[in-house]
Every structure is written in C-alpha cells, then in structure tokens.
C-alpha cells in the first residue's frame, strides 16, 4: 500500500540543472513522438494509395490511423504538462512521469502492428 501511495505524492521542486535538463530531454521526447505519429499517418496513407490495395480500410488501417492521432495527441498534452509543471515550479508524481514516458509510445505501437497487419507483414 505504502509503493502504491508513494506513486501519486507529489515531490518538491527540484530546480537543479540535472533535473531541468532532464525535463528539457523529456519535452524534446515527446515532440519526436508527434513528428513520427505526423509522418507514419502521412505514410500509410500514400502507402495505401501507391499500392492500390483492395481491402476496406475498416478492416486495421483506420484503427491505425486512429492511434496514431490519439498518440500524437497523448504526445502533445505532455508537452504542455511539461511546460505548465515548469511554469508553476510543481515537479510531477511517478505515476504522471510514467503516463508521459509510456502513453503515447504504447498508442504509436499499436499503431504501427495494425498498419503491418493490414498491409500483410504480419498475418
């Protein structure tokens, strides 16, 4: 119950450079995770439309978009918490930093294993 706890306090601000270059490291994280979510909805869909596939896109590809979007999404929220954390000196709890660090890949993963399922690379 203790480690469970421990999860959500909120620790004091640490103002050390250490930690200010490790939020900048996180910010910069998380916007290469919006450019790749931008880009692989960019090329699935040129993909899809210079191979000429016949099958209907409700069958994986418009799932893949989809997380894709919420990834890039999940990803730009993490940015702006970031930056209000910085603003108003507040340092966040494990369990946020592990939202941020883990949310938006996962989203991004699924994305990409249902685009490789669409297009026959994984059967």
């Known amino acids: 119950m ?19 270059l490790s939020q900048e490291l996180e910010f910069e994280y998380a916007k290469s ?16 439309s210079a191979l000429s596939i016949d099958t209907p896109i409700d069958q994986g590809l418009s799932i893949a978009i989809g997380a894709s979007v919420i990834s890039a999404l999940i990803s730009f929220e993490n940015q702006q918490g970031i930056i209000q954390d910085l603003r108003h000196k507040r340092t966040p709890n494990k369990a946020k930093m592990l939202y941020r660090k883990y949310s938006a890949p996962m989203c991004l993963g ?3 294993g249902y685009a490789l399922q669409y297009f026959g690379v994984l059967s």
């Open 2 to 20: 203790k480690t469970l706890k421990s999860l959500f306090e909120t620790p004091r601000f640490d103002e050390s450079s250490h930690y200010l």
């Open 33 to 48: 995770i919006v450019t790749y979510s931008i880009s692989f909805i960019g090329g699935v869909v040129t993909l899809k």
């Open 110 to 112: 699924a994305a990409i």
